[in-house]
């Protein structure tokens, strides 16, 4: 007959209190309940009170004082403070119970407490502005599918996707890049936004539109100041701002991209705009935006721990490799 673990109820409680009295040893009332010697035993020391002894009605009241129900937040308010500031960052869950895990301190919650806190407090208070502290805010998740056509035929010298190195799926080796525009509501309105795959740094420039020359000259400009070594691959989606891709080439960088309707093949860049979406909604009017305050969203965004960075940030990673580099280049020449 095999043993079952769920909870002593109050009536094994008082078939343990009537079979102690009656004389019965612990292997006795063990069997007889078909539990563990060690589970009754461990009954009788933790509940038995000082003046009424091993008492059922005691015994159960002691073991639902123990067991408390309630979010850790509540009991533990420095957490709570910690934990809101972080998802008011933009931090999500996980993020936030990785880097506590990280620092190795001993405030330390998993994300699924967190996850349950804000859905109690939603229930207890009725106020649906505690969703905002979640990472998209909203209650339905999933990508709906679209239909419409491809520029594929229209960008020359493209390169498919499929041709691109092995090594840059690996995401161990840096400077292979992924680039995309945010758009906007307003027509023309637009931020082209480049995104490290080793490292998740992302950098964001506001363009004048979507056309494809001042798109070419930025992409120019960014990666004419990184060493070689970090321009090496940069993959695009079909899109006719990046009709000019080859003017790229002469930096050294191959230029990559994606199957028709299959923008989830450059997925950092894309969950990188979905991060950048939760202060920067479509709705946006970029003209009221203040470039310091883009760059403040950016910054944000680069110094937020990520679980696939072992919670470290893409500033902390892209900073290594940047030095790595440029210590490199400046060691000086063997003489043979």
């Known amino acids: 007959m095999g043993r079952h673990y769920a909870q002593l109820s109050l009536e094994d409680r008082c078939t343990i209190a009537r079979a102690r009295d009656a004389g019965q040893t612990i292997r006795q009332i063990a069997a007889a309940l078909d ?36 979010s850790r937040l509540l009991r533990h308010p420095a957490l709570q403070v910690h934990v809101l500031r972080w998802l008011g960052w933009g931090w999500s869950p996980a993020q936030v119970a990785g880097r506590l895990k990280r620092d190795g301190g001993v405030l330390r919650i998993s994300y699924e407490s967190i996850y349950r806190f804000i859905a ?43 041709e691109r190195p092995a090594a840059v799926q690996q995401r161990q080796e840096p400077g ?61 989606d079909n899109g006719t701002e990046f009709a000019y891709h080859y003017q790229l080439h002469p930096l050294g960088m191959q230029t990559f991209f994606c199957d028709p309707h299959a923008p989830w093949q450059k997925g950092g860049i894309e969950n990188g705009i979905g991060r950048m979406r939760r202060a920067l909604p479509r709705k946006t009017d970029l003209a009221t935006l203040s470039t310091r305050r883009l760059l403040a969203l950016v910054r944000a965004y680069n110094h937020t721990p990520r679980k696939c960075l072992d919670y470290e940030t893409p500033a902390e990673v892209s900073t290594r490799d940047l030095l790595h580099f440029k210590c490199d280049s400046t060691f000086p020449l063997s003489r043979e």
């Open 35 to 70: 539990r563990a010697p060690s589970t009754i035993l461990r009954e009788l020391r933790r509940n038995r009170g000082q003046q009424v002894g091993y008492a059922p009605a005691y015994a159960q009241q002691q073991t639902r004082s123990r067991r408390w129900r309630g």
């Open 176 to 236: 292979h890049w992924e680039a995309d525009l945010m758009l906007f509501a307003k027509y023309g309105q637009a931020v082209l936004v480049t995104h490290e795959r080793r490292s998740r740094v992302l950098v964001a420039s506001r363009q004048p539109s979507k056309a494809a020359s001042p798109v070419a000259r930025r992409l120019t400009a960014l990666f004419q100041t990184l060493p070689p070594a970090l321009r090496r691959t940069i993959t695009f």
């Open 120 to 162: 109690s407090q939603i229930r207890r208070t009725k106020d649906y502005r505690w969703r905002h502290y979640l990472p998209r805010g909203k209650s339905k998740r999933g990508w709906r599918g679209r239909k419409g056509g491809s520029a594929v035929d229209h960008i020359r010298r493209r390169v498919a996707i499929g």
